[in-house]
């Protein structure tokens, strides 16, 4: 019995040891749970602190990024419609610039119309070297449809020094020469290009009629070409030089004493006209010069030939000055004897002017 219960107090206090132990390791089980969840709270909060700063980070560039963007879309929208409206005024410019080149096709339409009848092509010429020569001379320097003594008139003439004229003639000859340039074959070329020359032969036999030294003219004419185009072709020899015969330009100058000119090379002639006008004004004016500087040699040696007698005259009376202080001297002397007194005169004498050489 004793034995027994000796046994159940052992089995006993085991059991409360064992409970005692378990109660020892819950309880470390708990610290260290508690320990556990105390870093795992403090490790939250910091992940959770820095996410905070990341959201908050990522927030700001998102905010910045989004504000860049609308900066660059509003630009872009103001840049946008500036170009708009600068596309919008270009496009009533080029509306404007389409009214005027069509104006412009109208207008040249009506001059080739124009030009397409000899008569007004002619008129035309004759306008144009009007032109040229009014930008060029003063109204005096030259005169328009001149008129010889036989009736012959010439489109204009350049008065020169010592009254000689220059003669200028419009010649404006397209008809053969633009089919010519539009004909396709080449014997249809060779046919024009022929009648072209024949044509131009008559304009510059018809030019050096007006060449007439009996009326003062120079030996030599202008034959005045409106047409750059027609110009050119005749100095290269496109036009104008045939196998068997010399180039027009030299034809012209050589036999009939004429000068072929176009608008650009007539400036450069007449420009030279100018320089020789130029020279003759300053010849009038040396002489002039000259003359003046005569009269005033004589009205210098008029001049002299009074300070001359000036000079006579004055010595004349220097002279007689000086005679008479001479004798005003003796008079005193005579009164200091009779007086007995001191002589208060004092005497001088005036140098009389001398000649200089």
Same mark, same amino acid.
């Given at each position: 019995? +004793?034995?027994?219960?000796?046994?159940?107090?052992?089995?006993?206090?085991?059991?409360?040891? !064992?409970?005692?132990?378990?109660?020892?390791?819950?309880?470390?089980?708990?610290?260290?749970?508690?320990?556990?969840?105390?870093?795992?709270?403090?490790?939250?909060?910091? @992940?959770?602190?820095?996410?905070?700063?990341?959201?908050?980070?990522?927030?700001?560039?998102?905010?910045?990024?989004?504000? @860049?963007?609308?900066?660059?879309?509003?630009?872009?929208?103001?840049?946008? *419609?500036?170009?708009?409206? /600068?596309?919008?005024?270009?496009?009533?410019?080029?509306?404007?610039?389409?009214?005027?080149?069509?104006?412009?096709?109208?207008?040249?339409?009506?001059?080739?119309?124009?030009?397409?009848?000899?008569?007004?092509?002619?008129?035309?010429?004759?306008?144009?070297?009007?032109?040229?020569?009014?930008?060029?001379?003063?109204?005096?320097?030259? *005169?328009?449809?001149?008129?010889?003594?036989?009736?012959?008139?010439?489109?204009?003439?350049?008065?020169?020094?010592?009254?000689?004229?220059?003669?200028?003639?419009?010649?404006?000859?397209?008809?053969?020469?633009?089919?010519?340039?539009?004909?396709?074959?080449? /014997?249809?070329?060779?046919?024009?290009?022929?009648?072209?020359?024949? @044509?131009?032969?008559?304009?510059?036999?018809?030019?050096?009629?007006?060449?007439?030294?009996?009326?003062?003219?120079?030996?030599?004419?202008?034959?005045?070409?409106?047409?750059?185009?027609?110009?050119?072709?005749?100095?290269?020899?496109?036009?104008?030089?045939?196998?068997?015969?010399?180039?027009?330009?030299?034809?012209?100058?050589? /036999?009939?004493?004429?000068?072929?000119?176009?608008?650009?090379?007539?400036?450069? !002639?007449?420009?030279?006209?100018?320089?020789?006008?130029?020279?003759?004004?300053? /010849?009038?004016?040396?002489?002039?010069?000259?003359?003046?500087?005569? +009269?005033?040699?004589?009205?210098?040696?008029?001049?002299?030939?009074?300070?001359?007698?000036?000079?006579?005259?004055?010595?004349?009376?220097?002279?007689?000055?000086?005679?008479?202080?001479?004798?005003?001297?003796?008079?005193?002397?005579?009164?200091?004897?009779?007086?007995?007194?001191?002589?208060?005169?004092?005497?001088?004498?005036?140098?009389?002017?001398?000649?200089?050489?």
């Amino acid at each position: 019995m +004793e034995s027994i219960l000796f046994l159940l107090i052992l089995l006993l206090l085991g059991a409360v040891f !064992y409970a005692i132990t378990k109660v020892v390791d819950l309880d470390k089980k708990i610290a260290e749970n508690s320990a556990k969840k105390e870093n795992n709270e403090a490790n939250l909060k910091s @992940d959770i602190l820095e996410l905070s700063r990341n959201v908050s980070s990522l927030n700001n560039s998102v905010s910045k990024t989004i504000q @860049d963007s609308n900066n660059t879309m509003i630009s872009s929208i103001s840049k946008s *419609q500036s170009l708009i409206a /600068e596309i919008s005024k270009e496009m009533s410019k080029f509306s404007e610039t389409g009214k005027h080149v069509g104006s412009i096709a109208n207008e040249l339409k009506t001059l080739q119309t124009v030009l397409s009848m000899p008569k007004q092509r002619g008129v035309f010429g004759e306008y144009y070297l009007e032109t040229v020569l009014s930008n060029t001379f003063t109204p005096g320097q030259y *005169q328009l449809q001149y008129k010889f003594s036989d009736g012959q008139i010439v489109d204009a003439v350049v008065f020169l020094d010592k009254g000689r004229i220059l003669p200028i003639d419009s010649k404006f000859t397209l008809e053969n020469y633009n089919r010519m340039i539009e004909s396709g074959t080449k /014997e249809e070329k060779e046919k024009l290009h022929k009648l072209t020359i024949d @044509d131009l032969k008559k304009r510059i036999n018809e030019t050096a009629k007006y060449i007439k030294p009996s009326e003062n003219t120079m030996n030599f004419a202008f034959m005045f070409i409106p047409s750059e185009a027609l110009y050119y072709d005749l100095l290269i020899g496109k036009v104008g030089t045939a196998s068997s015969s010399q180039d027009l330009i030299s034809y012209a100058y050589n /036999e009939k004493h004429v000068i072929v000119v176009s608008p650009t090379s007539l400036m450069a !002639y007449l420009q030279t006209v100018m320089q020789g006008l130029r020279s003759l004004e300053i /010849e009038k004016n040396a002489k002039d010069i000259q003359k003046r500087v005569g +009269e005033l040699g004589k009205h210098l040696d008029k001049y002299d030939e009074y300070m001359v007698k000036l000079g006579k005259t004055l010595g004349t009376t220097v002279s007689h000055f000086n005679n008479a202080q001479k004798e005003y001297i003796k008079v005193d002397k005579d009164i200091v004897k009779i007086s007995g007194g001191e002589t208060s005169v004092e005497a001088f004498a005036i140098d009389k002017p001398q000649e200089i050489e």
